[in-house]
């Protein structure tokens, strides 16, 4: 059964701050990995998304790696900025269960100006 | 915006009453799905319908009941909730079903059952 882990639940940076978030999975079969975005009280906005044959994407001051073999991705935010404030959802697309996608639980983010 | 709009936003609603939540998007895609979000714990999908017809039921209530009329609307009609429903409902669409489509999410409904 595939279970993601987000580490840290919740993160609190200066303004301008480079800053790394954290996603592991259990089971490394998977067909993609997704990066969202969430406001309080507000929808998913996909961030990137990474297929199991890519190791990264990039857009703009967003880069998400991806490393199968250890059941690991990255988000890393550069020059961090107080509207970057939002919860992070990772979210993994396997084989298992059918058309499930399973979610974290999210990291909190929380950019001080 | 991305193109799936859910109605209402927030919706209060008593045990015995029967209401229903509204997803519509407007990107010609022909796989919806229904997702429950409850404080403090990761998404967990309900349901998938592909072209109007349901793929998957995870194990949700039949207190929850999905329907699909077309493949741009689709609905999640609730009666006789219990407390621990209340949670955000965020609709969303892809595509297809395959695994290599990105799903667009809706703003969500926030739903309280008192």
């Known amino acids: 059964k595939q279970e993601v882990t987000q580490i840290p639940a919740a993160l609190s940076v200066p303004e301008g701050e480079n800053l790394v978030l954290n996603c592991s999975f259990t089971d490394s079969a998977i067909y993609n ?6 406001d309080p009280g507000k929808g998913l906005t996909s961030l990137l998304l990474i297929q199991s044959s890519q190791r990264e994407q990039t857009s703009g001051r967003l880069n998400a790696s991806l490393d199968k073999s250890s059941g690991r991705s990255t988000l890393y ?5 107080p509207g970057d404030s939002a919860t992070y959802l990772c979210a993994v697309r396997g084989n298992t269960g059918g058309f499930k996608t399973i979610f974290g639980a999210g990291t909190r983010l929380f950019v001080k100006a | 915006e991305t193109g799936v709009t859910q109605t209402p936003r927030h919706l209060v609603m008593g045990m015995t009453n029967k209401k229903s939540l509204k997803c519509e998007q407007h ?5 919806m799905y229904w997702y429950k979000q409850s404080a403090k714990k990761p998404l ?5 319908y592909s072209l109007e017809e349901r793929v998957e039921n995870n194990s949700v209530p039949s207190r929850f009941s999905p329907e699909c009329p077309n493949s741009s609307h689709l609905f999640l009609h609730l009666h006789t909730l219990q407390p621990e429903d209340s949670a955000l409902y965020l609709c969303a669409s892809s595509q297809g079903t395959g695994v290599r489509n990105e799903q667009f999410f809706g703003p969500g409904t926030r739903l309280t059952v008192l």
């Open chain 1, 33 to 38: 990995l997704q990066w969202f975005r969430q």
């Open chain 1, 77 to 81: 935010i550069a020059a961090s900025q």
């Open chain 2, 27 to 31: 990107l010609g895609h022909n796989a």
């Open chain 2, 44 to 48: 967990e999908l309900m349901f998938v």
